[in-house]
């Protein structure tokens, strides 16, 4: 089963989301991760009232989350966050496997794509 926590601020929002905007009691959190976005891949967050074949239900602060079979390998272990800042506020997802910001190789790139400045000196 898949390893993912929700904080309280992100469990808190979640609830009102599910009561505002949730078409049943039963509505939960989906999150999924797509193809796409600056580093290859993009987290995405949505509130589903389905659960699919194949699907890991994860309980957290009394909050349902739903992770699809193919996005559970590149959740596992993440924290979902929420975050109100002057810059707005949002669900943050933060991921000690996939992500790294030192150009190292370990961020969560498809393979061939890196820093764009990170062989710069090796002229020849």
């Not at 989301?17 to 039963?26: M, N, S, V, Y």
Request: glycine share 14%; proline share 3%.
């Amino acid at each position: 089963m898949v390893q993912i926590t929700l904080t309280e601020p992100a469990a808190t929002k979640l609830k009102e989301l599910i009561q505002k905007h949730g078409t049943t009691e039963d509505s939960f959190l989906r999150v999924y991760v797509a193809g796409g976005g600056c580093s290859g891949f993009s987290y995405g967050l949505a509130l589903d009232n389905k659960v699919q074949d194949g699907d890991q239900v994860v309980r957290d602060n009394g909050v349902k989350v739903v992770i699809d079979d193919g996005s559970a390998k590149y959740l596992e272990g993440s924290t979902v966050d929420y975050k109100e800042t002057i810059a707005g506020s949002g669900f943050m997802i933060s991921n000690p496997n996939n992500w790294s910001t030192c150009g190292c190789g370990k961020s969560f790139n498809p393979a061939g794509e890196g820093a764009p400045d990170a062989h710069e000196g090796h002229h020849h």
